[in-house]
């Protein structure tokens, strides 16, 4: 399978993956209390770990219910 062929298949993941990194970097810097570790832990964790995983651990485990 070529690039070419995959393309159709990578541009929505890629987008999904775009999106979903950037509502997690908002929710992480507009808000101050989270249920585990601190901001800059999650603003790491998210980049680091931007292949879905960094943006989900956030939204399970950091993230505080209003």
Known sequence: ????????FL????LA??????VTLR???THRRYKRGSRTLWVVVSI???NFIGPVLYFLL???EA
Do not use: Y
């Not at 399978?1 to 159709?8: D, G, H, N, Q, V």
């Not at 993956?17 to 950037?22: K, S, T, V, Y």
């Open 1 to 8: 399978m070529s690039i070419r062929e995959a393309l159709p």
């Open 27 to 29: 929710h992480i810097l």
């Open 17 to 22: 993956e775009l999106a979903l990194f950037i």
């Open 62 to 64: 950091g993230r505080e």
């Open 11 to 14: 541009i929505p993941v890629v």
């Open 48 to 50: 680091v770990g931007i």
